[in-house]
C-alpha cells in the first residue's frame, strides 16, 4: 500500500500550487512538491491536456509514465489562451493564494497570455513563478522551441558520451528535464524559506534553462575547456577522472561494472586478480598512470572478469571490499532484495491499472516522509471541485464554460 502519511503531516501542506507544466520538466517539479504534501492543481489544455499523456508507453490506452508524473495531483482543465480562461486562472491564483505557478512553455508565451509575473504577483504577493523553458527567459534563443533532447546535445552531454570511435550519444530518458527540475525545486525551497522563514513575504521568480542545468552537472568539462583547452570528447564507459571504470562482459554472457574511484580500491582490485606485481610497475602504481594506460588496464582487468560468471565475479570482489555492481534490468531491480528491503517500489492502487508499482518518493526524510496518494489520473476530474466547490462557479456558468472549451 502507499504511505500513510497525511497531507498535514509533511513539510510542505499548506502550500498551493498550479502547475501549468508540459510533458516532463515542469511536472516533475510539481510532482516533488505534491510527494511532500503541497496541494498540486494541475492545470491542462481542454484540448488533449499536458502532451504528457501521450509519452513514453501505455497499458491498454493509460499512460505508463503519466501514472508517475501526476502522481498526487489534483487534475483540472483550463484554456489559457482565451482571455475568459485567463481571467478564471486569475481567480484561481487570488482565490486560492497560489503559492508556487509552474508553466514551461517557450519563453514569452505567459506574456502573451497577459499571465506575466508582475500580473500574477499582484493578485498573490508571495507566489514564487517557476518558468522552465530550453534556454531560458533571455538571450538570443530564447524564442527557440526547447525540448530535452536539443539541450542534451547543446550542453555538451552528447559530446563526451558514447563510445570513442561512435556517434554522440543521446540519453534513452528525459535526462535535461530530469536535472532541470531537481534544480528548479531547489529553487522553490529556497524562495519559500526566504519568503517565510526570513518573513520577506514575497515570493521570487525562478528562470530555469535545459541547456544550462545540465552543463552545469557535467562535472569538471568547463573547467577543463577554460584550463586547458579540452573540448571534451568521448571515452565509452571509461571517466577521465579514474581507472579502472568501465563495464565488464562475464563469462555467461552478463556484465558488470568495476569503478577503482580510490587508491586503496584498486590495489584491493589487483590483489583479488591476482596481480600484486602491478602495484609496483610504473604503468599501474598511480592512478594518473593507469589513465595513461587505460587500454591495457583495461584488457587486464576485463581478460580476468571474463573467466567468471557474474555471481562469481560479484562474490569475490565484493568479498575483497572492490567497488563492483551488476549491471540490472528493470526485472533484476524489482527482485532484487536490496531494492525489496529499502522500498525501493511502492504498491499503490490505481483505479484504471489495479495494483500498480512505481518507484518510492526521494529522498527519504527520517521524521516526514513523503507519500504518494494517488497515481496520475484522467484528465479534468476535479474540474467540478476547483472550480464550484473552490471558486463558487454556479452549475450553469460552469457548464457553459464547458460547453465553450475554457474549461
Known amino acids: 500500500m502507499a504511505e500513510e502519511?497525511?497531507?498535514?503531516?509533511?513539510?510542505?501542506?499548506?502550500?498551493?500550487?498550479?502547475?501549468?507544466?508540459?510533458?516532463?520538466?515542469?511536472p516533475t517539479i510539481a510532482m516533488i512538491l505534491g510527494d511532500f504534501g503541497a496541494e498540486v492543481i494541475k492545470v491542462e489544455n481542454p484540448r488533449g491536456g499536458d502532451q504528457g499523456r501521450y509519452f513514453g508507453r501505455n497499458k491498454g490506452g493509460v499512460p505508463l509514465v503519466w501514472k508517475q508524473l501526476s502522481r498526487n495531483?489534483?487534475?483540472?482543465?483550463?484554456?489559457?489562451?482565451?482571455?475568459?480562461?485567463?481571467?478564471?486562472?486569475?481567480?484561481?491564483?487570488?482565490?486560492?493564494?497560489?503559492?508556487?505557478?509552474?508553466?514551461?512553455?517557450?519563453?514569452g508565451t505567459f506574456e502573451q497570455w497577459n499571465l506575466a509575473e508582475p500580473r500574477l504577483r499582484e493578485l498573490s504577493p508571495g507566489v514564487v513563478i517557476v518558468r522552465v523553458s530550453g534556454f531560458g527567459?533571455?538571450?538570443?534563443?530564447?524564442?527557440?522551441?526547447?525540448?530535452?533532447?536539443?539541450?542534451?546535445?547543446?550542453?555538451?552531454?552528447?559530446?563526451?558520451?558514447?563510445?570513442?570511435?561512435?556517434?554522440?550519444?543521446?540519453?534513452?530518458?528525459?535526462?535535461?528535464?530530469?536535472?532541470?527540475?531537481?534544480?528548479?525545486?531547489?529553487?522553490v525551497l529556497l524562495s519559500l524559506y526566504q519568503r517565510d522563514a526570513k518573513k520577506t513575504g514575497r515570493g521570487q521568480s525562478i528562470d530555469t534553462s535545459l541547456v544550462e542545468t545540465l552543463y552545469t552537472v557535467l562535472t569538471g568539462h568547463a573547467v577543463s575547456w577554460d584550463q586547458l583547452g579540452l573540448p571534451g570528447k568521448r571515452s565509452g564507459n571509461r571517466t577521465t577522472g579514474s581507472a579502472p571504470r568501465n563495464t565488464y562482459r562475464t563469462r555467461d554472457d552478463r556484465w558488470v561494472a568495476i569503478a577503482g574511484s580510490t587508491q586503496a580500491i584498486t590495489e584491493r582490485l589487483f590483489r583479488e586478480i591476482d596481480r600484486p606485481e602491478l602495484l609496483?610497475?610504473?604503468?599501474?602504481?598511480?592512478?594518473?598512470?593507469?589513465?595513461?594506460?587505460?587500454?591495457?588496464?583495461?584488457?587486464?582487468?576485463?581478460?580476468?572478469?571474463?573467466?567468471?560468471?557474474?555471481?562469481?565475479?560479484?562474490?569475490?570482489?565484493?568479498?575483497?571490499?572492490?567497488?563492483?555492481?551488476?549491471?540490472?534490468?528493470?526485472?533484476?531491480?524489482?527482485?532484487?532484495?536490496?531494492?525489496?528491503?529499502?522500498?525501493?517500489?511502492?504498491?499503490?492502487?490505481?483505479?484504471e491499472l489495479g495494483t500498480l508499482r512505481m518507484p518510492t518518493v526521494q529522498p527519504r526524510l527520517s521524521e516526514t516522509p513523503g507519500r504518494i496518494a494517488f497515481a496520475g489520473l484522467p484528465m479534468g476530474v476535479h474540474n467540478r471541485e476547483i472550480y464550484v466547490e473552490r471558486l463558487g462557479l454556479s452549475e450553469a456558468e460552469f457548464a457553459r464554460l464547458q460547453a465553450e472549451g475554457v474549461v
Not at 78 to 101: H, I, M, N, R
Not at 339 to 344: K, L, N, P, S, Y
Open 280 to 351: 609496483e610497475d610504473p604503468r599501474f602504481a598511480t592512478n594518473q598512470a593507469r589513465l595513461t594506460n587505460v587500454d591495457a588496464v583495461d584488457e587486464i582487468v576485463g581478460g580476468w572478469v571474463g573467466t567468471l560468471t557474474q555471481a562469481e565475479c560479484l562474490e569475490r570482489l565484493l568479498a575483497a571490499e572492490v567497488a563492483v555492481a551488476p549491471i540490472a534490468d528493470f526485472k533484476d531491480l524489482a527482485e532484487d532484495p536490496h531494492m525489496i528491503a529499502r522500498g525501493a517500489l511502492t504498491e499503490i492502487q490505481d483505479p
Open 73 to 107: 495531483k489534483k487534475t483540472i482543465t483550463l484554456s489559457l489562451s482565451k482571455p475568459e480562461g485567463q481571467a478564471l486562472f486569475c481567480t484561481l491564483v487570488k482565490t486560492l493564494q497560489a503559492d508556487v505557478v509552474i508553466e514551461s512553455f517557450r519563453a
Open 5 to 26: 502519511n497525511t497531507s498535514a503531516a509533511l513539510p510542505l501542506s499548506r502550500i498551493t500550487v498550479l502547475d501549468c507544466g508540459q510533458v516532463v520538466a515542469g
Open 137 to 187: 527567459q533571455t538571450g538570443p534563443y530564447r524564442n527557440r522551441p526547447g525540448f530535452g533532447t536539443l539541450a542534451e546535445a547543446m550542453s555538451g552531454f552528447a559530446q563526451v558520451t558514447g563510445q570513442a570511435d561512435g556517434p554522440p550519444t543521446l540519453p534513452p530518458f528525459p535526462l535535461a528535464d530530469t536535472v532541470a527540475a531537481l534544480y528548479s525545486t531547489i529553487g
